[in-house]
């Protein structure tokens, strides 16, 4: 007799979510269990990948929704192969099965908006997107800029660190040092630095001898962003038909604070909303939740989100045609004006603008990795309300 999964698109405090969990998890720890201690938990955090006790998994999974699509439990000693894909079938499932077994091949993939389905769907792929026919298949095919920078990053991808090296590849090192700057706040000259140490030490391994080198690898993922010169004033942009003006059409304020040298006076960074977007859906880890305010329920009708105010509910009302594709993007935005150099210059100020998709759940779109800076704006003041002019 099939077991009932029916409750795991249910609600988690639901005592169908409730009693189907504890179904789940008698299951799994007679069936797929690690003397009968442990399991894979399957939560949306350890994701299969980490070894939970009974109290911890049943935790998680009361916290965090069950996967939707892991309605047959190979992870967890379930052994028909009836529902399983064809590419599956007759294969011992480990952790490495289950995860992409090139992890930059999958997030280059990602980056130019190739996406691997869920290993439960129907039309899974078995094969990594790398080569050059699947990518002349893609919606990329013609723009020969594109073309170079996709297996530019293919081959960094798949050249190891140094003969030998079988955990890092020439571009995992990279981005895992790259993340380390971020995290620590490290400034370019102490990258630049640490670069050039590592290559005088290991000469025979393939790191870039400065920190711009290795930018021009990290910008081929689309980590970059665009400078636009703006009156000291904050009246305007020199953007579009206004690029070649000289001084601001409202205040006349010159557009340099060095004539002779060209300097601008201020400099809008500006990241591109439109790709960050694209990125959200071209991931298979963020396409599904980016449809969550739509299709996950609320059945207690206790608010939980911006998706269960009056507000946003009027909101459908007003606009009928925008409420009826729930991938069209809602955001959020906030400003606030920091000085990034602590007591060391108190007379500076920067004014970041962070955006947040309110089409993920409340558990994903608050975290800080799902923000998207979208500008930062330099200066001593906040921007007023100036009518500026387009």
């Known amino acids: 007799m099939p077991i009932d999964k029916s409750w795991i698109s249910k609600p988690q405090n639901t005592p169908e979510y409730e009693n189907g969990l504890r179904i789940f998890l008698d299951f799994a720890f007679k069936h797929g269990s690690v003397d009968g201690r442990v399991i894979k938990c399957p939560c949306p955090i350890c994701g299969f990948k980490r070894w939970k006790e009974r ?39 480990t952790e490495d099965t289950l995860l992409p077994q090139n992890l930059m091949t999958t997030m280059i993939n990602d980056a130019f908006g190739f996406t691997r389905n869920d290993v439960n769907e129907p039309d899974v792929s078995c094969e990594p997107i790398n080569s050059e026919e699947t990518f002349n298949e893609g919606h990329i095919e013609g723009n020969n800029e594109d073309y170079a920078k996709f297996f530019e990053l293919i081959e960094d991808g798949k050249q190891p660190l140094y003969e030998g090296c079988e955990k890092y590849s020439k571009l995992s090192f990279l981005i895992k040092l790259y993340h380390i700057k971020c995290l620590c706040r490290m400034t370019d000259k102490a990258m630049s630095m640490i670069l050039e140490l590592l290559k005088d030490a290991f000469q025979d391994a393939k790191i870039p001898v400065s920190f ?179």
């Open 55 to 93: 109290g911890v998994v049943e935790e998680h999974l009361t916290c965090k929704p069950f996967p939707k699509n892991y309605k047959f439990w190979y992870m967890h000693g379930e052994e028909s192969t009836a529902t399983v894909p064809q590419c599956f079938q007759n294969t011992n499932f």
């Open 212 to 390: 711009y080198e290795a930018k021009k690898t990290i910008n081929k993922l689309g980590l970059n962003y665009t400078k636009i010169h703006a009156c000291p004033n904050d009246c305007m942009l020199y953007f579009g038909e206004d690029e070649g003006l000289q001084e601001c059409k409202r205040c006349k304020t010159s557009r340099w604070k060095n004539n002779k040298k060209k300097q601008p006076a201020k400099i809008l960074r500006y990241f591109p909303l439109k790709p960050r977007l694209q990125r959200l859906f071209m991931c298979s880890k963020t396409a599904e939740s980016m449809r969550w305010h739509s299709v996950g329920g609320n059945q207690d009708g206790v608010m939980r989100h911006p998706r269960d105010s009056q507000a946003w509910k009027t909101f459908d009302l007003l606009h009928p045609e925008f409420a009826a594709d729930p991938r069209n993007v809602r955001l959020a935005l906030s400003s606030d004006g920091f000085n990034p150099f602590g007591a060391m210059a108190t007379n500076y100020s920067i004014w970041p603008v962070v955006l947040i998709p309110y089409n993920r759940p409340p558990w994903e779109c608050m975290k800080q990795t799902s923000f998207i800076l979208s500008m930062i704006i330099p200066g001593k003041q906040m921007p007023g309300n100036i009518q500026m002019d387009s």
